[in-house]
């Protein structure tokens, strides 16, 4: 305190702190990226725990017996839906009512704002089916819920199999306190977000639906389940949900202590956990890991149908089964086994689950990094911002009185001119894809991708002197003024991304917070705007999509890579109009006009 309250030795370590300053920004930058990369490590981790008392034992017996049943249950199931060409609506309403459940559908229908071409489809209707096992021990307050998406084709038949299995074993237990809705949804997400649009009388995608006429309780966890084939090697747990959402981590302890007690292969990312985290293969392993989360987690689209449910502040994850070249195998039954027991422990919660974690990274199943430990990564990264504007103080009081009105339009001009640009990204594409298909030879959902595409060339492309537009003049101080707004804005709005998505934030800080702190109109122009366009938000996108393959083990060459970059992009304007994530609105509103500003600061005269 002695030393900030000294008026001599404060002058001297701001003086030491402004020579230094370019310096000390690529220590912080450096040790940012240092710190998230060390987190991967095993002694820097925690080992997972059970939180909640209610779920601190395993000590129940499973004693599901049905899985070859079930198996053939779900084949019956795959030779209706081929008869039917879709869900067997009144096949499977038969089969739960003769199972003792209180049966009841729901029919929605869903207009997409352009054709999902990916799935072939524009417009969307279809029939959810479900079943309530009423709670005998309890007033049926509170509800569980197990689901399983009718998909195309073959697949996921077997999980419809093994749902009716248990559906028809829990009904001979008496120990229930909660009530069990086995739920059939078709359509995937969009069935799943209408069941819960109707479940909880909320419509905020403008979806149609018929008014639920069973409900439960208030769900308190739920289960969606996936299965590609008979044969598992292992099974995969999914936690990533809308925004970045993700479910308490008891939840996914829940899982991981019984597939340790049951015996099943178990894994996340789809990687199995390596126990040589002391060598440089398994330190890769944690890191790739890791890194898969992170970006799963920033694209803000829900990996599974239990994403959906987290925005109800449901406790939800999706476990699916894996078919590889894999030795060992896990039978339907043991599969069954495992959802019993977990089914049971979630049964005996006397409140929802919340004193475990709910903002965590996983490098493993049996480690966890928590907030306390991943953001000072992220803060690194933001002090950068920091010490470039905390020595200009005087800079925007002295250029007001200065400039006055001219050199207040010369700073907002381009700061209008920048987010009328993100609007147009935000609203055109959509919007004018009738007139590109009539005009190009093209279909919507390329019209739409090649329309945002456009409208982001073409924000480059404005003239870079708007500040010259109403004032005819640009000064000195003026491109200063602006960077420490634009840089501000910045460190805002990487802020508020990385409280809600910590991952978001960070790749975006990653990116941005170069740009934001050595861009001036001084630099070399050529290069400068080469490496700017490099980290602009399009092409971190475009990295990402390149990276996020080589972690999966599933390298693409330039030209398929450059088609999933095009099909990322129609499914990220498609979810935020289906399921309103908010990433596609955040860049476009937000990201990139802010880097926008910056690209006005370089061609600044």
């Known amino acids: 305190m002695g030393l900030l309250s000294d008026p001599n030795r404060r002058r001297a370590l701001i003086s030491l702190l402004t020579r230094l300053n370019a310096p000390i920004c690529v220590v912080c930058y450096m040790a940012g990226v240092a710190w998230f990369m060390g987190l991967a490590f095993e002694p820097f981790t925690l080992r997972t725990y059970m939180s909640e008392n209610a779920m601190g034992s395993t000590m129940v017996e499973e004693r599901f017996p049905a899985g070859e049943r079930a198996l053939g249950t779900g084949r019956e199931f795959s030779a209706h839906k081929k008869k039917a060409g ?60 197990l689901s399983a998406p009718c998909s195309p084709g073959d697949d996921n038949n077997q999980a419809v199999g093994v749902l009716l299995g ?252 920048s987010h009328l640009t993100g609007v147009a990204l935000y609203t055109l594409p959509i919007h004018f894809q009738e007139i590109a298909v009539e005009h190009f030879p093209v279909s919507e959902t390329e019209a739409v991708v090649l329309t945002a595409i456009a409208v982001y060339t073409a924000g480059l492309a404005l003239p870079h002197n708007t500040h010259r537009l109403l ?27 990385a409280l809600i998505n910590f991952s978001l934030g960070f790749i975006l800080a990653l990116t941005l917070v170069p740009v934001a702190a050595f861009v001036t109109p001084d630099v070399p122009k050529a290069l400068s705007a080469f490496i700017m366009v490099i980290l602009s938000p399009a092409c971190t996108l475009l990295f990402s999509v390149f990276l996020f393959q080589e972690l999966q083990e599933m390298p693409v060459s330039f030209l398929d890579g450059w088609m999933l970059y095009l099909s990322v992009i129609s499914q990220g304007i498609l979810d935020h109009a289906l399921y309103g994530s908010l990433v596609y609105p955040l860049v476009a509103l937000l990201v990139y006009p802010c880097w926008l500003l910056f690209w006005n600061i370089l061609f600044w005269k």
């Open 86 to 145: 879709g869900m067997p609506v009144d096949w499977l309403v038969k089969t739960m009512q003769s199972r003792g459940l209180e049966v009841f559908t729901q029919r929605f229908s869903r207009r997409l704002p352009f054709p999902d071409e990916d799935k072939e489809r524009y417009m969307v209707k279809g029939t959810n089916v479900y079943g309530i096992l009423r709670a005998p021990r309890a007033p049926r307050t509170e509800a569980l819920v």
């Open 471 to 497: 004032t005819g003049r640009g000064t000195e101080n003026g491109w200063k003024v602006l960077k420490l707004v634009a840089v501000l804005y910045l460190a805002v709005l990487l802020g508020c991304t």
């Open 166 to 417: 248990l559906a028809q074993y829990f009904r001979n237990q008496v120990f229930w306190a909660k009530d069990i809705i086995f739920l059939v949804n078709e359509h995937d997400l969009i069935g799943m977000q209408a069941w819960l649009e109707g479940y909880h009388h909320t419509n905020t995608t403008g979806m149609d639906w018929s008014p639920l006429q069973g409900r439960g309780g208030s769900i308190q966890a739920a289960l969606s389940l996936e299965l590609s084939s008979d044969v598992v090697t292992s099974l995969d747990l999914v936690l990533e949900g809308l925004n970045g959402q993700l479910p308490n981590l008891d939840l996914a302890n829940l899982f991981y202590a019984f597939c340790q007690k049951i015996g099943v292969l178990c894994t996340t990312q789809g990687k199995l956990q390596r126990n040589d985290w002391d060598s440089v293969s398994g330190y890769s392993h944690a890191v790739q890991t890791m890194m898969l989360m992170v970006m799963k987690q920033a694209s803000g689209r829900p990996w599974g149908d239990h994403g959906l449910f987290l925005r109800y502040h449901i406790e939800a994850a999706t476990i699916k089964g894996i078919n590889s070249f894999r030795q060992y195998k896990t039978d339907a039954t043991t599969i069954g086994r495992l959802l019993e027991g977990m089914y049971r422990k979630l049964n005996n919660l006397l409140e929802r689950l919340h004193q475990s974690y709910f903002f965590y990274l996983m490098p493993s199943l049996s480690h966890f990094v928590s907030i306390g430990y991943y953001m000072p990564a992220f803060g690194l990264l933001a002090l950068i911002l920091l010490l470039r504007v905390s020595f200009q103080p005087r800079l925007l009081t002295t250029y007001l009185l200065t400039d006055g009105v001219p050199g207040v339009l010369s700073v907002l001009t381009p700061l209008v001119i």
